[in-house]
């Protein structure tokens, strides 16, 4: 289990920079969670925080990577970065192809059971982002390059374009690459797990 810190103080200020002299880190090296809570004497209020290093955090996750090796019998190392509070990994393993799964459905389902598992045990919003051999970077270069043609056309004849359902994940890239052009605008409509996006042409 991993060890969370707590710490008191009277502003959010004063108890992480308690904190950071005490566990001996910097700002960036941890996650961190506050809460308000009001002291019976006098009715002040008091902040309360709960602290988590990065480096305990990485541990956990290739303990859990181990063992879910030993559960699917295949060989699952993982190298993990920690950038903007966002858990990167990157999973090498003996077969590539059975962890990704059919466009990437064994993949997200294995972030996705990560993910609720250190929101289950851990009062922090740790945000992952995983990928197997660049899978998810060659697939968004393609998705954006998709989405750059198409917007072309939709420019090029004023007709607007509803696109095949995609997960929020796709659909927050396509949106992005969307507003890149003055002239467009995009819609997600519909309901999981059939949302999809609309391209527009915007009427001056």
Sequence with gaps: MLQIHNFEGKTKEDVLDKAINVLEVEENEIFVSYSETESKLFKSKKTELKVLKNID????????????????????????????????INLITSDNSIIIGREGKTLNAIQSLLKQNLN??????IKLNMDVAGYKNKKVKNLEYSVKKICKEVLNN????????????ERRIVHTVISLYD?????????EPNRFIVIKYREN
């Design 57 to 88: 955090l990485i541990k956990y996750v290739k303990d859990y990577f181990t063992k879910l090796s030993d559960l699917m019998g295949i060989d699952i190392k993982c190298e993990i970065k920690i950038r903007n509070e966002i858990l990167n």
């Design 120 to 125: 289950n045990n851990f009062p922090f919003n």
């Design 158 to 169: 004023k007709i607007g374009v509803q696109l095949d359902p995609m997960n929020s994940y």
């Design 183 to 191: 002239e467009l605008e995009s819609e997600s409509e519909g309901t």
